[in-house]
């Protein structure tokens, strides 16, 4: 097996991992972030960094002003 082959592989089962532990995770704290230009601003669990929703105009004057 090739170097790559075995990055590849540890990538593979790091996402896996990631996403059981985004799976379980209850998202009780959130914060909203910048993720990219083609996903905007969205509502981030702290814990898990999962994307969760979209903020509302409100919340994002708020956090516009910070």
Request: one cysteine or more.
């Amino acid at each position: 097996m090739s170097k790559v082959d075995k990055i590849l592989n540890k990538i593979s089962q790091l996402k896996k991992d990631l996403k059981k532990i985004q799976d379980a995770c209850p998202h009780k704290k959130q914060d909203i972030k910048f993720l990219s230009l083609s996903e905007g601003v969205r509502w981030v669990c702290r814990d898990c960094q999962l994307p969760v929703g979209w903020p509302n105009d409100k919340d994002l004057r708020k956090w516009e002003s910070k």
